[in-house]
């Protein structure tokens, strides 16, 4: 007899057992066949419902051959393989199982192709006294992986998919030398991949909503990946983008240079759905052109002394001054959603060239890039745009979802679903909330720098979001916050009124050097030419404090009148 080898972790038993193939009764051509076995074996009781496969489960010889009350001889069939039926299995989905422990897939050593994917956390729960019940926040079962190490272990995995694990902050794929395909998806404590640089046969790399937008590519020669005739396929998360060309600046001349000649091989992306795979898409030259003009914006609105405070703050103000809600393309989405064949191109059931340009309109609506170029977007757009500016500033954010209600005692909200989007920000190592869409147009901020308990008030938070600490004591109070923001818009005015002299400045020195000449020409005194240059610069120093003063006024009275409200 075979040796027999016990797989300890039942999860990982129950995965494996059903990849082996079975030898299955070679009279079960029907589906009457199967049921006729069930009733003769007297397992109907044992099977909840009729189903073929799970028929086909319960059906083996080997097992049902025995009395069901060996209950021992059940964990014996169940978790002891032989070498050959581990050997047989090259392919691994732990998927909603609650697995804690995988280092006994260290076993398959013919293991190819693994996908480790967490229930999605960013669903909602049942309120119970006004608190989140955790435990019916998820839809599907989380693992509750601690240790990814024994990866590296896997040294002929080829194809490697991690989603939604919250306790991969790293991950080093160094022995993985024969992996070819890499993706990493919305694992939001991910800073680190390792070892990227030793993968000589790599094909395929996704990266989407990992970490907070510092992730790190360890000793990753990202230039040197551009010309790699192999990798054929790398996307990568817009948030990426900013660290990306600060360590290698040549980095879009690169790309620009190889793509010229080849296949386009790297697409940046942004908002990718973990539950259809849609996401926004966009180029290398789509991104430069954007990173441009949110260089420009950041060097207008921030001085080199501001704080992390007054950096959100001044960030917040330009998107809520500048960016406006795009209903119409909001109208336009929810008609869309009317047309029953647009719908089925959703699902992946029509691949109609027309309704792709329109889903990529749509999706447009939420992106970063709608929101920094054409100054309009919805919710999550204001979001990421916000999210990406901070990147750039060097300051921790994540964009997330949330209802647009405040919690109601024994309100279930499993079914209503996320609507919104606001952000999160790191400010003095702690974590405060944000919502520059409510906040548009406004000049007293509503939801800026809030708690979490303070935010809660109008809006329901995930229950991952329950695992963030709340803040206890606020470092500014809402007075200093106010304060802030007003020195804001006073730093705002004096660069305008510095602009406008600048430009001033320019047009008159032209002016002078024309009436200079006509000074030669018509032999007027030069004393009389600068008299009347002192005369045009007060009569306009006049003016421009006069507009100063009164803009000072207006804000002020706003601000009283909005409190009255």
């Not at 027999?4 to 589906?31: S, T």
């Not at 060996?70 to 069939?77: A, S, V």
């Not at 430069?288 to 501001?306: F, G």
């Not at 959603?337 to 109609?352: P, V």
């Amino acid at each position: 007899m075979d040796k027999k080898i016990r797989i300890e972790n039942k999860k990982i038993a129950d995965i494996l057992r059903r990849k082996v193939q079975y030898k299955v009764k070679e009279d079960f051509e029907e589906e009457s066949d199967i049921e006729d076995f069930a009733e003769e074996s007297d397992i109907e009781d044992f099977i909840e419902e009729s189903d073929i496969n799970e028929l086909k489960w319960y059906s083996q010889k080997d097992f049902w051959g025995r009395n069901l009350d060996d209950i021992g001889y059940y964990d014996e069939w169940y978790q002891d393989f032989t070498q050959e039926e581990l050997d047989s299995i090259t392919e691994v989905s732990i998927c909603y199982t609650n697995v804690g422990d995988i280092k006994e897939l260290e076993k398959l050593k013919n293991l190819k192709k693994l996908s480790i994917i967490s229930g999605n956390s960013n669903l909602y729960a049942k309120i119970e006294n006004g608190e989140i019940d955790e435990e019916s926040a998820y839809y599907r079962e989380k693992n509750n992986i601690d240790d990814f190490k024994m990866l590296g272990k896997l040294k002929n995995i080829e194809e490697l998919r991690i989603e939604s694990e919250e306790n991969l902050s790293k991950l080093d794929v160094t022995n993985m030398k024969n992996l070819k395909k890499l993706e990493l998806i919305n694992n939001i404590n991910l800073k680190e991949v390792i070892g990227l640089k030793e993968v000589e046969n790599l094909e395929k790399i996704l990266m989407s909503r990992n970490g907070t937008g510092i992730l790190e590519l360890k000793e990753f020669d990202i230039m040197s990946a551009v010309e790699n005739k192999i990798l054929k396929e790398v996307v990568l998360d817009v948030d990426m983008f900013p660290n990306l060309i600060k360590e290698f600046p040549q980095l879009v001349e690169k790309i620009e240079q190889y793509e010229k000649n080849n296949e386009r091989v790297y697409t940046w992306i942004e908002n990718k759905s973990i539950y259809n795979g849609w996401a926004n898409k966009f180029s290398t030259r789509n991104l430069k052109e954007m990173d441009i003009r949110v260089e420009e914006i950041l060097q207008n609105i921030i001085k080199p002394e501001y704080t992390e405070i007054e950096k959100t703050l001044a960030i917040y103000n330009y998107i809520t001054d500048n960016v406006a809600y795009d209903y119409k393309m909001l109208e336009f989405d929810q008609e869309m959603q009317k047309d029953e064949k647009y719908c089925l191109f959703l699902e992946g059931s029509s691949n109609k060239s027309s309704y792709s340009i329109i889903n990529k309109r749509i999706l447009g609506k939420q992106s970063a890039f709608n929101a920094i170029m054409k100054g309009k977007a919805v919710c999550q757009g204001y979001a990421q745009m916000m999210h990406y500016m901070l990147t750039k500033e060097n300051i921790e954010s994540r964009e997330i979802g949330c209802i647009a209600d405040p919690i109601i005692e024994e309100q279930e909200l499993e079914d209503k679903g996320m609507d919104h989007s606001v952000i999160r920000v790191k400010t003095d190592d702690e974590w405060y909330y944000y919502d520059p869409t409510w906040d548009t147009g406004k000049t007293k901020y509503e939801y800026a720098y809030k708690t979490k308990d303070e935010f809660y008030k109008k809006h329901t938070l995930s229950a991952q979001e329950e695992k963030i600490q709340s803040v206890k004591q606020k470092k500014y109070n809402d007075k200093e916050l106010e304060n802030k923001i007003n020195k804001l818009h006073c730093d705002k005015n004096d660069k305008i009124i510095k602009k406008q002299k600048e430009k001033e400045n320019t047009l008159y020195t032209r002016l002078f050097k024309g009436l200079k000449g006509l000074y030669n020409k018509f032999c007027i005194r030069k004393e009389e030419l600068e008299n009347v240059k002192e005369e045009l610069f007060d009569r306009e120093e006049i003016i421009r404090e006069n507009i100063y003063e009164k803009d000072k006024e207006v804000f002020n009275n706003e601000e009283i009148n909005f409190d009255e409200r």
